[in-house]
């Protein structure tokens, strides 16, 4: 693993000076990664890629900007030692470390040739095996491309290229091989060969050498005569008959891979390719027919709906991510889904196995279970949840006024991920006041309109009240209302039809598919609805929509229910609780995550993966505009601020590109900017979450947690309002970790930023990062949280700022 490490550490310099180029004005931004993985067709190693358009390609050709940073990561399928070369048009060679261990990988980083040119590049070692190909940059003739993929054989995985070899050593002229075309009688039936042979080793019968199936199974094929196989159709097998040259006809890894494929029968062959899968598309092989133990299958489950559930579905269609769906990860194969999993994208996919969350076999195991059909989890009652719910300290059991005598309206609730737990943190002192358990890996809280209640909803759907009145702050009420959930909002509305300041809340679910209003005081569960329904676009049934974000209006008594997967804006009017009406407005698909701009009239909503904000004009209750922006928006609650150019803008930063755009939100007095993308802001990198900022701030702040780089994911820039041409400064919050998510104290002169580590190693579990908003400078640190992410102010959350 040495290899590996002096990689990763090049990368790191070679980020750095990216970052530091970008924070001092110059722009060199990593855009593009790729993903390769050795594979073999017919008895030729070449590249196969791995994730995006350049998935299943065989030797892909590659594409890149002139002047433009890639990053080409190499994943050892297990096939040999490996590297990859590129020559450069002045002659230069940028070379990877080598790779020989199954699922090392090995990186490079390199700027292109500014200019049109076709960059060869292949391994140093199997190029002439059929390791090559060619990186576009520019409008390099794409023909080069072409003739360097034709050069390439279909490309095969270990059991294709055992049914190649045994096809090209015109095995079945003799023998009758599952899988394989053409079935011969003068030789032994080999359908069950494997078992045949432990038999045999077993009985006493055999004379040769081997010990085990696969050494008798290449002793047979190395040398026949060893031992006269006594299973020909006519009796034992004549001397002679099988021919000793098939060891010169195939290679050694065609050898080994006919033996492995011939030990494994019978049984194997329901894994091995159809005919039809074969090698005619260029595209990886079917992986239908994966087999999982019972426990694995348990772990995979389990672990799928505990991480990637929230991304890619539960049924696993699709949102955040890409969906699942055993069409969509067969053709990848075990080992381009183990690459992905292992190494994540640059589209946000975490790094599961470089995290060290995973092993190398975990991520096949579950790259298997992605193959298999999606199991789907039960249903929740309202009867359940009701079965769940505990009042543990009544209304009039609390107090009536505050008891504390600290600024508890400058309170932060702070998640403690992966503690189960949050933190309620004062704001003035940053002494941790309390520390309450709530669900498992919390998600958000809200707080109640009054401000007195934060309302904490963990993934597994445990929903938490505490009362933040209390000299220390306690929970008064628990609930479940779903297994999987990510939001939780409150009844804010005051005015002619009402006042319902903390009178109900709601939790939107992921799974089952649900939303569930409560009282506001208890938490008793009054009512369910189903989020099941046609998406909005062509109007299919979805038997899975996710409830994502929820926000309470301030124009009238409804919150605004972002329906995902079927794209729809829920504006659930809760005057009449039990009998909420729903006016449903079409939007696009892939809601997810949203907040209000500057007047709380307008909400706008990001459809990630549709690369869309949505917006709704909450007084006329209507759909104001569907504005086009960058890859997979992820605003959080965005941040409002004025453009000096384009007037009153809300912005999102992106997971999926390094950029922040900004809407116009001024139909009034900027109406030809209103939304409309405005400005983009060139980051240093993508994987952003979360941007912010507050009215009398100069500045707006934004993270790049999930990139895929250390030192991007644990830095953060911030943008001038007075100049938003361009980052006005970056800088990483600590040594470790990921930096993630905003939040000013109710004044607006602090930015607090957590730090977000891991909770089995001491000392960098994580911490809140505390600084001054108008210097910049570093004022404070909460040091040894579990994990924290999100921090919510109960001043500024009860009233939308950011
Ligand atoms: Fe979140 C908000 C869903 C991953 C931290 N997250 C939200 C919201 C949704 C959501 C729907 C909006 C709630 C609202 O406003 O009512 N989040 C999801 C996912 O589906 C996703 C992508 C994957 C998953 O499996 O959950 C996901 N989220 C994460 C994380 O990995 C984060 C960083 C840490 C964690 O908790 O696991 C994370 N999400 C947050 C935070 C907010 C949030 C801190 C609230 C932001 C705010 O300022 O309001």
Redesign the pocket.
């Known amino acids: 693993m040495k290899g590996i490490k002096f990689v990763q550490l090049g990368l790191f310099f070679l980020l750095l000076a990216g970052i530091l180029a970008a924070c001092g004005g110059e722009t060199r931004v990593i855009h593009t990664e790729y993903i390769l993985t050795p594979a073999m067709r017919e008895g030729k190693f070449v590249f196969l890629g791995v994730d995006g358009e350049i998935n299943g390609v065989i030797n892909p050709a590659l594409n890149a900007k002139p002047g433009e940073r890639i990053t080409v990561m190499l994943v050892n399928s297990g096939e040999g030692t490996h590297d990859i070369v590129f020559i450069l048009p002045d002659g230069k060679q940028v070379q990877s470390d080598k790779v020989s261990k199954k699922g090392e990988t090995t990186s490079i980083t390199f700027t292109v040739p500014d200019k049109d040119v076709t960059v060869p590049y292949y391994d140093s070692t199997h190029k002439e095996l059929g390791m090559k190909g060619v990186l576009l940059v520019g409008a390099a003739n794409e023909g080069d491309a072409a003739a360097a993929s034709a050069e390439s054989p279909a490309g095969l995985y270990e059991k294709e290229l055992a049914l190649t070899a045994i096809q090209k050593g015109g095995c079945t002229a003799c023998h009758t091989i599952p899988g394989a075309t053409g079935s011969g009688t003068i030789g032994p039936d080999l359908s069950k060969i494997g078992q045949v042979v432990k038999v045999r080793l077993e009985g006493g019968e055999y004379t040769g050498k081997a010990k085990t199936v696969e050494e008798y199974l290449s002793e047979s094929i190395q040398d026949p005569e060893a031992f006269i196989a006594p299973d020909c159709p006519a009796g034992p097998c004549d001397k002679g008959l099988m021919p000793a040259s098939l060891a010169q006809t195939l290679s050694a890894e065609e050898l080994n891979a006919v033996v492995k494929y011939l030990a494994s029968l019978p049984g194997g062959e329901t894994a091995a390719v159809t005919e039809a899968g074969m090698g005619e598309s260029g595209s990886a092989a079917p992986q239908g027919g994966v087999t999982l133990t019972e426990e694995e299958f348990a772990w995979a489950r389990q672990t799928f709906f505990e991480r990637c ?3 890619h579905g539960t049924l696993r269609k699709g949102a ?1 991510g890409p969906a699942l769906t055993p069409d969509k990860t067969q053709p990848k194969g075990t080992v381009g889904l183990a690459a992905i999993i292992f190494n994540g994208t640059t589209r946000g996919m975490p790094d599961w196995g470089k995290q060290g969350i995973l092993t190398q076999e975990q991520t096949e195991t579950m790259a298997k279970f992605l193959q298999m059909e999606p199991p789907a989890p039960p249903e929740m009652s309202l009867q359940q949840m009701r079965d769940s719910w505990q009042l543990i300290t009544p209304a009039k059991e609390r107090p009536s006024s505050p008891q504390t005598q600290r600024n508890w309206q400058n309170y932060f609730v702070v ?1 403690l ?1 992966d503690a189960g737990q949050v933190a309620v943190i004062d704001g003035d002192t940053y002494e941790v006041v309390s520390t309450v358990d709530s669900g498992y ?1 919390v ?2 809280t809200r707080m109640s309109a009054s401000g007195r209640y934060a309302y904490v909803i963990g ?1 597994d759907g445990r929903l938490a009240m505490i009362d933040l009145w209390m000299e220390k702050p306690q929970v008064v009420a628990r609930v479940q209302t779903c297994y999987d959930a ?2 939780v ?1 409150v009844s804010k509305y005051e005015g002619p039809e009402g006042d319902f300041r903390d009178k109900y809340a709601i939790t ?1 679910c992921y799974w089952p598919p649900h939303f569930v209003i409560l009282d506001g005081e208890t938490l008793e569960p009054l009512k369910v609805v189903s989020s099941r329904s046609y998406t909005a676009t062509t109007g299919e049934y979805h038997p899975e929509p996710r409830v ?4 309470a209006s301030h124009y009238k008594p409804e919150w605004i229910v972002n329906v995902k997967e079927t794209g729809q804006i829920w504006l659930v009017n809760y005057s009449d609780p039990l009998n909420p009406s729903i006016k449903m407005i079409n939007a696009a698909l892939f809601l ?2 949203g907040g209000m701009d500057s007047t709380h009239r307008y909400f706008l909503v990001a459809a990630n993966q549709s690369n869309k904000i949505a917006v709704v004009d909450l007084k006329t209750s209507s759909l104001a505009g569907i504005v086009d922006v960058g890859a997979v928006p992820h605003p ?2 965005g941040a409002n601020w004025v453009d000096p150019e384009f007037g009153p803008v809300w912005s999102t930063p992106h997971l999926g590109e390094a950029s922040i755009m900004s809407i116009g939100t001024d139909p009034e007095g900027h109406s030809d900017n209103a939304w409309k993308a405005v400005r983009s802001v060139e980051l240093p990198g993508s994987g952003s ?2 941007i912010k900022t507050y009215p009398a701030s100069q500045w707006i702040w934004v993270d790049m ?1 999930l990139n895929s780089d250390p030192v991007l994911a644990r830095t953060i820039c911030v943008i001038a309002k007075s100049d938003p041409s361009k980052v006005h400064k970056c800088w990483e919050v600590g040594t470790y970790g990921r930096a ?2 905003f939040e000013y104290n109710k004044k607006g002169t602090e930015v607090w930023v957590s730090l977000w580590g891991a909770a089995d190693k001491p000392g960098e579990t994580g911490e809140i990062v505390v600084y001054d908003d108008k210097t910049l400078e570093e004022k404070a640190r909460i040091k040894d949280l579990i994990t924290p ?2 921090k919510f102010n109960v001043y500024n959350t009860v009233n939308d700022i950011y």
């Not at 994502?548 to 926000?551: P, Q, R, Y």
């Open positions: 559930a929230g991304c955040t998640t991920r890996a998600h958000i993934r990510r939001s909002e939107g994502a974000s929820i926000l997810h995550d959080g609650r979450l979360f947690t993630v998510h992410t999100g």
